[in-house]
């Protein structure tokens, strides 16, 4: 299982650090990421990381905002997001992928989401 915290309402402006927890099984070979979906809107690759080596991958909307990071050890992966938008609200899921870039297909494994509004 994939358990995503750390959404919430913030300003324009403002950061949120969300974190995903896994359990159930180790997801330490897998490439760990985000997807998210706004209201009317398909899902969208937030941004992945990959099980060794730390290579990181970002979608261009939230290129230079966002910092996605992991500790194996804990089976938990961050995302640190900046200089929020409103429109970078949306649902925001957990996933686990054979893909470290998960932009090459949908992930196997998705969280069950965690809100995140930012207001202007």
């Known amino acids: 299982q994939l358990q995503a915290f750390g959404g919430g309402l913030v300003q324009a402006g403002g950061s949120l650090r969300l974190s995903c927890a896994a359990s159930?099984?180790?997801?330490?070979?897998?490439?760990m990421g985000w997807f998210r979906q706004a209201p009317g809107k398909e899902r969208e690759f937030v941004s992945s990381?990959?099980?060794?080596?730390?290579?990181?991958y970002i979608a261009d909307s939230v290129k230079g905002r966002v910092t996605i990071s992991r500790d194996n050890a804990k089976n938990t992966v961050y995302l640190q997001m900046n200089s929020l938008k409103p429109e970078d609200t949306a649902v925001y899921y957990c996933?686990?992928?054979?893909?470290?870039?998960?932009?090459?297909?949908?992930?196997?494994?998705w969280g069950q989401g965690t809100q995140v509004t930012v207001s202007s």
């Open positions: 990381i990959s099980w060794v080596g730390g290579m990181t």
């Open positions: 159930g099984r180790t997801f330490n070979t897998y490439g």
């Open positions: 996933t686990a992928s054979k893909y470290s870039d998960q932009r090459r297909g949908l992930p196997e494994y």
